[in-house]
């Protein structure tokens, strides 16, 4: 599966955005699906997934409560919703996808540049 990731930019803390992972190739619904972001001089991390179907998320302590991961079948696109961004938010995202609930992501994206200024 090939993966495009859209949405980045540059917002004010407070500010909401929303980003897109546009898959193609092999059938969308058979991948877990997440979103991890790369800070300057970090490693990078986990911020959120979904399974399969769509109904079942995970987040890092450090999002919840203020991103929405969620996917659309009928486009092959998953989503995450950020709100009340944070400077500390600030990261290139990347989107990532796996076939097996146990299993590494195999599958990223190119990455998308979001910058929260305060």
């Known amino acids: 599966v090939q993966l495009q990731a859209s949405g980045g930019g540059l917002v004010q803390a407070g500010d909401s955005l929303r980003l897109s992972c546009a898959a193609s190739?092999?059938?969308?619904?058979?991948?877990?699906m997440a979103w991890f972001r790369q800070a300057p001089g970090k490693e990078r991390e986990f911020v959120a997934s979904?399974?399969?179907?769509?109904?079942?998320?995970n987040y890092a302590d450090s999002v919840k409560g203020r991103f929405t991961i969620s996917r659309d079948k009928a486009k092959n696109t998953v989503y995450l919703q950020m709100n009340s961004l944070k400077t500390e938010d600030t990261a290139v995202y990347y989107c990532?996808?796996?076939?097996?609930?146990?299993?590494?992501?195999?599958?990223w994206g190119q990455g998308t540049l979001v910058t929260v200024s305060s």
């Open positions: 990532a996808a796996k076939l097996l609930t146990r299993a590494e992501y195999q599958h």
């Open positions: 190739g092999r059938t969308f619904t058979n991948y877990i």
């Open positions: 979904v399974r399969r179907s769509g109904g079942s998320t």
